[in-house]
């Protein structure tokens, strides 16, 4: 089992930039790929950035890259997703999630992947 906890959400004007930290605890945090995902009122939840066990691959959403950067620190059992420029639609609850992943250096993209999940946290963009 993981426990997974986000922090860092809240309410921040369109251009600015938020932190987001997930921290992990229980079993050992190396084993797991971890990723980010969100979800808007009404839609589906999506995909946002993913990164490896070793944190040496990462991988964004398109409409994510060259704004969000995701990364790791295992000595702290902590993946972060650090966002900029944010704009409106980027309004949505964002959950950190963990996959365990065979592969030392793979990430996913598919919500099925990841078996646990935190409880979310909020991050509001308004215009």
């Known amino acids: 089992q993981v426990q997974l906890v986000e922090s860092g959400g809240g309410l921040v004007q369109a251009g600015g930039s938020l932190r987001l930290s997930c921290a992990a605890s229980?079993?050992?945090?190396?084993?797991?790929?971890m990723g980010w995902f969100r979800q808007a009122p009404g839609k589906e939840r999506e995909f946002v950035s993913a990164?490896?066990?070793?944190?040496?691959?990462?991988y964004s959403a398109d409409s994510m890259k060259g704004r969000f950067t995701i990364s790791r620190d295992n000595g702290k059992n902590t993946v972060y997703l650090q966002m900029s420029s944010l704009k409106p639609e980027d309004t949505a609850v964002y959950y950190c999630?963990?996959?365990?992943?065979?592969?030392?250096?793979?990430?996913?993209?598919?919500?099925?992947?990841?078996?646990?999940w935190g409880q979310g946290t909020q991050v509001t963009v308004s215009s």
């Open positions: 229980g079993r050992a945090f190396r084993s797991y790929a």
């Open positions: 999630a963990a996959d365990e992943a065979i592969y030392y250096d793979s990430t996913s993209t598919k919500i099925q992947d990841y078996v646990y």
């Open positions: 990164i490896s066990r070793s944190g040496g691959t990462t």
